[in-house]
C-alpha cells in the first residue's frame, strides 16, 4: 500500500523483555516520526529522523529506548527490559520534509501490552 | 504539564447539533494543524493554519487561528455519526522537528 505501515499490529510481552516495533513510511518522505499514545489520549513525541542528520532523540524517556532508521527508510524502535508503564499505542509518522503544512502521515500503530 | 490544552476532553452530542472544540496555550506558535483519529488507526490530517487570525473552512467544520497564535478552535456544524473520534491540535514553531500535540477531544455524535 502507498500508506504507513506499522508491525506488529499488537504485542504482548513480559516485564523485563525487549520489544522492537518496526515502522515501513510513504516512499520518498525524508521525515519519520515515533510517537507514544496512552489510554486514548494526546501523542507523546519520542524520536525524529530527518534524511541522514543525526536524529532528535529528545522525547525518548530513558535510555531503555532506542530507535534505528536504515538506509533513510525503514525505522525500528526498540524498548529495552520493558515495564508495565511501557504499555501504549506507538504511532510512527512520515512527512516530506518539515511537518508544516502538508502535516505528518500516521500508520495505524502497534498497541504494546506488557504484563 | 501539557503545553495545549483542549476542551472539553469528552463530548458526546446528538446528530444534527453544532458544537466547538477550543485548544489553548500560554505558548506562540508559528502554526497549528488539527487532527481526526479514529479507533485503531493513526491521526488524520484536517487542515493547517498558519496566520494569526485566520479562518478555514472544510465543508461542516470550522477552524480559527487566535489573533495571538496561542489558541485555536474547531467548529462543526449539523454533526453526522461520521463525526466520531478523537480531534487532536498540533502546535508547531519554525524550524521545530515536532509537532507539540494537545490532551485531545473525544467526540461521540448519537444518530
Known amino acids: 500500500g502507498a500508506g504507513v505501515s506499522q508491525s506488529p499490529s499488537n504485542k504482548v510481552t513480559e516485564k523485563g523483555k525487549d520489544v522492537e516495533l518496526r515502522c515501513d513510511p510513504i516512499s520518498g518522505h525524508t521525515a519519520l516520526y515515533w510517537y507514544r499514545q496512552s489510554l486514548g489520549q494526546g501523542l507523546e513525541f519520542l524520536i525524529y529522523f530527518q534524511g541522514n542528520s543525526a536524529p532528535d532523540k529528545s522525547g525518548l524517556p530513558s535510555d531503555r529506548f532506542s530507535a534505528e532508521r536504515t538506509g533513510g527508510s525503514v525505522s525500528t524502535l526498540t524498548i529495552q527490559r520493558t515495564q508495565q508503564e511501557d504499555s501504549a499505542v506507538y504511532l510512527c509518522?512520515?512527512?516530506?520534509?518539515?511537518?508544516?503544512?502538508?502535516?505528518?502521515?500516521f500508520g495505524p500503530g502497534t498497541r504494546l501490552t506488557v504484563l | 504539564t501539557q503545553l495545549l490544552e483542549q476542551s472539553p476532553q469528552f463530548l458526546s452530542i446528538q446528530e444534527g447539533e453544532n458544537l466547538t472544540v477550543y485548544c489553548n496555550s500560554s505558548?506562540?506558535?508559528?502554526?497549528l494543524q488539527w487532527y481526526r483519529q479514529e479507533p485503531g488507526e493513526g491521526p488524520v490530517l484536517l487542515v493547517t493554519v498558519v496566520t494569526g487570525g485566520e479562518v478555514k473552512k472544510l465543508k461542516r467544520l470550522t477552524f480559527q487561528f487566535g489573533d495571538a497564535r496561542k489558541d485555536s478552535s474547531l467548529h462543526i456544524t449539523a454533526a453526522q455519526p461520521g463525526d466520531t473520534g478523537l480531534y487532536l491540535c498540533?502546535?508547531?514553531?519554525?524550524?521545530?522537528?515536532?509537532?507539540?500535540f494537545g490532551t485531545g477531544t473525544r467526540l461521540t455524535v448519537i444518530p
Open positions: 498540533a502546535g508547531a514553531w519554525t524550524g521545530a522537528n515536532n509537532l507539540f
Open positions: 509518522a512520515s512527512s516530506l520534509g518539515q511537518a508544516i503544512p502538508g502535516g505528518q502521515f
Open positions: 505558548s506562540v506558535f508559528s502554526s
